[in-house]
């Protein structure tokens, strides 16, 4: 694993991670389920490409595992997003 790929998925994971925590503070709160913020979801596509970009630069497979579960989660939003959009 060279340098590049390992900066990738470090930042990755924290930007994923920081999505996260965003994710369970709105659930908790549910002020506005409907409010998961087109940011955070955004984020989640973003963060999804770096990982699958990087795994295929870097022939890496766990980080094209990591993307590919990372857009499981984004749709998984996308859904619950629209879901509760008139909630």
């Given at each position: ?24 503070t709105a659930y908790r709160n549910r002020k506005n389920l ?54």
């Open positions: 694993m060279d340098l590049i790929s390992i900066v990738l998925d470090l930042g990755n994971i924290v930007f994923f991670v920081s999505n996260l925590l965003q994710l369970f409907k409010g998961l913020s087109s940011k955070m979801l955004f984020g989640f596509m973003i963060s999804t490409v770096f990982f699958i970009t990087a795994g295929v630069l870097t022939s890496a497979p766990m980080t094209i595992i990591l993307g590919l579960g990372n857009e499981v989660f984004f749709a998984s939003q996308l859904v619950w997003k629209w879901k509760y959009r008139n909630a």
